[in-house]
Structure formats: structure tokens, C-alpha cells
């Protein structure tokens, strides 16, 4: 069973730029990049480094502990040293809000 859970507004997430927030137990990234929304986990796969302070770098962010890139789309890291992809999340706006989809 899957449900939408509204973690931000859209004001919150400006034109390339990154918001982290706490949803539940999880910790998610929210990308507002090339003029859509992406949500990833915001910790990296490799180590405990969180990516809101990497770069976002047009459909990718950059890990800011050893440079591994990310694909926000995928979740699929580009290089070493991360080999696990991040999880990725469906989102949707509604009436200004950003929603992410949870899987019960
Ligand atoms: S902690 Fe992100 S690449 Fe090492």
C-alpha cells in the first residue's frame, strides 16, 4: 500500500536548490532542478554524509565527503567510491505542496 505525504511547499525548494527534510523515520532530499521535483534519501550510500551539503549539479548531486554523483532520477551512483544507488521517491505537487510516495 502506497500513500502521498506531504513534506514541503514549494516555496521552500527554489530553482536549484536542495531541502532536506524528515519525513517519518526517513531523512529525504528534495531537488527542485531542470523544473521538476526529485526525492532521494538524503544521506549518501557510501558513508554517513548528508547530501544537502554536496552539489546539485543538474540532474545529479555530488556527495560532499568522497565526490561520488548521484543520479536523481535513478538513485544510481556514477563512480566510486559508492557503489549502493539512493532511493528514490515519486513526487507530486499539489496546491503548492510537495508530496512524496511512501510504501507501507
Ligand atoms: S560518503 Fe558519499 S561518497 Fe563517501
Redesign the pocket.
Known amino acids: 500500500m502506497s500513500r502521498w505525504v506531504t513534506v514541503a511547499s514549494v516555496a521552500d525548494c527554489r530553482a536549484g536548490e536542495m531541502h532536506c527534510v524528515k519525513v517519518e523515520k526517513l531523512r529525504v532530499l528534495i531537488a527542485n532542478t531542470e523544473g521538476q521535483f526529485y526525492a532521494v534519501d538524503e544521506l549518501?550510500?557510501?558513508?554517513?554524509?548528508t547530501?544537502c551539503q554536496g552539489a546539485l549539479q543538474g540532474l545529479r548531486i555530488k556527495?560532499?565527503?568522497?565526490?561520488?554523483r548521484f543520479d536523481l532520477l535513478t538513485g544510481q551512483p556514477l563512480e566510486d567510491?559508492?557503489t549502493e544507488p539512493l532511493r528514490t521517491y515519486p513526487v507530486r505537487v499539489e496546491q503548492e505542496q510537495i508530496q512524496i510516495r511512501l510504501e507501507d
Open positions: 549518501c550510500s557510501h558513508e554517513d554524509a547530501l556527495c560532499p565527503l568522497h565526490g561520488s567510491p559508492a
